[in-house]
Nanobody, 122 residues
């Protein structure tokens, strides 16, 4: 069964950048996609971006389009989320998740990381 570990969060000023990492293990052919979600206090978990291991096709939420970039290294079983031009509204716990399909619904992902806090403030 696939396992997922996420890291790389921290505090950054508005306009700054962070790169989150997601390392997977035990991945099988059925674990075709990795996604990033985020959850702010008192809000629902929302989709940020996703990528397929094979082919590298990506999917982004409108909130991060043109600011966030998701990428992967199949040999390292690692996915990154590069976040630029961060805004205070990007503050949330960011979660990496693995699933069989590249979708926006968190219910479609079965393996989750523990989450990493991203705080954007001055």
């Amino acid at each position: 069964q696939v396992q997922v570990g996420d890291s790389g969060g921290g505090w950054v000023q508005p306009g700054g950048s962070l790169r989150l990492s997601c390392v997977t293990s035990g991945r099988t052919y059925d674990d075709a996609a990795v996604a990033w979600f985020r959850q702010a206090p008192a809000k629902e978990r929302e989709f940020v971006a996703a990528i397929r291991w094979i082919g590298g096709r990506t999917l982004y939420a409108d909130s991060g389009k043109d600011r966030f970039t998701i990428s992967r290294d199949n040999a390292k079983n690692t996915v990154w989320l590069q976040m630029n031009s961060l805004k205070p509204e990007d503050t949330a716990v960011y979660y990496c998740a693995a699933g069989s399909y590249m979708r926006r619904n968190p219910a479609d992902y079965l393996a989750w990381g523990q989450g990493t806090q991203v705080t954007v403030s001055s």
